[in-house]
């Protein structure tokens, strides 16, 4: 059962924060290019599904596709429920996909996204994610 089902305590608001912050730091690794920091924000046994293919990667495989597909992220309505060691988080997730020269035109992506995020090496880490398009929005 969710620890903060309805009604969470000042302490789990501080442990919901801490994986917000998480989130927010990965989105923005993402924007700066900077890999190292987004590198410690995802597992090394990440599972990551695509909304718009369906294609599922694993985090090499996910980190090439962001040195190859620059992107950025918004991200709305974001709700965590905690586990123990484990946060589920939900929201609306809204994606640019940036234009390649030649090869594709920019992309608008907007879904509504499941993570899950692990609490170890103190710190937290997606582990995994999953988003399905707003079909009325895409």
């Known amino acids: 059962?969710?620890?903060?089902?309805?009604?969470?305590?000042?302490?789990?608001?501080?442990?919901?924060?801490?994986?917000?912050?998480?989130e927010y730091a990965r989105l923005?690794?993402?924007d700066e290019?900077?890999?190292?920091?987004?590198?410690?924000?995802?597992a090394d046994?990440?599972?990551y599904v695509h909304s718009d293919t369906g294609e599922y990667q694993d985090k090499p495989a996910l980190i090439e596709r962001l040195h190859n597909s620059p992107r950025s992220y918004k991200r709305r309505d974001l709700r965590v429920?905690?586990?123990?060691?484990?946060?589920?988080?939900?929201?609306?997730?809204?994606?640019t996909i940036d234009a390649i020269p030649g090869?594709?035109?920019?992309?608008?992506?907007?879904?509504?996204?499941?993570?899950?995020?692990?609490?170890?090496?103190n710190r937290w880490q997606m582990i995994v994610f999953q988003a399905t398009m707003?079909?009325?929005?895409n």
């Open 33 to 42: 290019h900077d890999f190292d920091a987004h590198d410690l924000l995802i």
């Open 81 to 95: 429920r905690l586990y123990d060691d484990i946060a589920v988080m939900t929201g609306e997730i809204d994606i």
């Open 45 to 47: 046994d990440l599972s």
């Open 28 to 30: 923005r690794a993402i």
């Open 103 to 121: 090869a594709s035109d920019e992309q608008h992506v907007f879904s509504r996204a499941t993570q899950v995020w692990i609490h170890r090496d």
């Open 134 to 137: 707003i079909k009325e929005r």
């Open 1 to 22: 059962e969710a620890r903060n089902s309805g009604v969470s305590d000042q302490a789990d608001q501080q442990v919901i924060d801490e994986v917000l912050e998480a």
